[in-house]
């Protein structure tokens, strides 16, 4: 499968680009691309493309979405 993880969050939140960056590089064998883009003073949107299997997909967007300071997730599995 490929999908789009789309991601907001808080970067002045304590610790969390760290433990968004040790997660994402965890999954790094499905995480084809990312890219970073500053929304305001406080708040990033990521952009994450995927491939591999479903479950890592949805089991990095549901790791991902419970971090302290992650505001909002949204992910899209298109794809065979």
Same mark, same amino acid.
């Given at each position: 499968?490929?999908?789009? +993880? /789309?991601?907001?969050?808080?970067h002045?939140?304590? #610790?969390?680009?760290?433990?968004?960056t040790?997660?994402?590089?965890h999954?790094?064998?499905?995480?084809s691309s990312?890219?970073?883009i500053?929304l305001?003073?406080?708040e990033c +949107?990521?952009?994450i493309?995927?491939? #591999? *299997?479903? *479950?890592?997909?949805?089991?990095?967007?549901? *790791?991902?979405?419970?971090?302290?300071? /992650?505001?909002?997730?949204?992910?899209?599995?298109? #794809?065979?």
């Amino acid at each position: 499968k490929v999908g789009v +993880l /789309v991601m907001v969050y808080d970067h002045e939140a304590r #610790g969390l680009e760290t433990d968004l960056t040790e997660t994402q590089h965890h999954y790094s064998s499905i995480i084809s691309s990312s890219m970073h883009i500053h929304l305001s003073e406080r708040e990033c +949107l990521e952009t994450i493309a995927l491939k #591999g *299997e479903a *479950e890592q997909i949805r089991k990095l967007a549901e *790791e991902l979405g419970k971090k302290k300071g /992650v505001k909002q997730t949204r992910l899209t599995i298109v #794809g065979q």
